[in-house]
């Protein structure tokens, strides 16, 4: 029991620190490419304001690309540049790189769909008062599809959560990296319960705040 302790003042709050720090700036970072993204993939569509298929293939293409490799094979996969940009491919350092390559064209595949559910009626009437595009798409499309962009990125949280857990496998750090050492490697189902539980919890808690978040904007 002392020796769980001891673990649990140490490593595992560690570990637990390690998972926020990860999920925090991979998230913030793929949020600011993710949003423009999927953005500029409503803009670009034929017939909207934008059009421009030259573009809009292209983003779709990488994006269906980068979307369709599983987690585990892109963070051997961009090794290379990975190293190139942060100088390292351990830790929570070099792990931001491949979690953001991950997330940025999932989070904006999800805004894509969110903003292309606000009403085009709404879109036309202000673009028939000749308010300008930059303007209709801060104050129309994003602010009519906030309820679901707080959804969508909720969603994008719980699976970056999972894929820093996968990280842990190669020496990222986190929660993922703890259970692999003590509950695979040594045997210590304690330390494996306690991540499990640990996940579970995070997981419930932001599903639950995303859920409740997007009620209110919603009345809004």
Avoid at 6 to 12: A, K, N, P, R, V
Avoid at 122 to 145: F, P, Q, S
Avoid at 170 to 190: C, P
């Amino acid at each position: 029991m002392n020796e769980f302790l001891e673990l649990w003042g140490s490593d595992i709050w560690l570990a637990t620190i390690q998972t926020f720090q990860m999920v925090g700036i991979s998230l913030t970072i793929s949020v600011l490419i993710g949003l423009p993204l999927g953005v500029l993939l409503v803009l670009t569509r034929p017939g909207k304001a934008l059009d421009n298929k030259m573009i809009y293939n292209f983003l779709n293409v990488l994006i269906n690309i980068i979307r369709s490799i599983p987690f585990i094979i892109l963070l051997f996969f961009i090794l290379p540049f990975t190293k190139l940009i942060v100088g390292t491919s351990i830790g929570v350092k070099g792990v931001i790189v491949p979690l953001v390559v991950y997330t940025a064209p999932y989070i904006a595949r999800l805004m894509e769909t969110a903003l292309l559910e606000v009403d085009r009626g709404i879109i036309e009437a202000y673009e028939a008062m000749g308010i300008k595009t930059r303007h209709i798409i801060w104050h129309v499309l994003v602010r009519e599809a906030r309820s679901s962009i707080v959804l969508g990125l909720t969603i994008a949280t719980i699976g970056l959560i999972g894929a820093t857990a996968m990280a842990g496998l190669v020496g990222g750090g986190g929660l993922g990296d703890l259970a692999y050492r003590f509950g695979h490697l040594r045997y210590e189902v304690d330390v494996m319960y306690v991540t499990v539980i640990l996940l579970i919890i995070l997981v419930q808690g932001l599903q639950s705040l995303g859920n409740r978040l997007s009620a209110k904007l919603k009345k809004d």
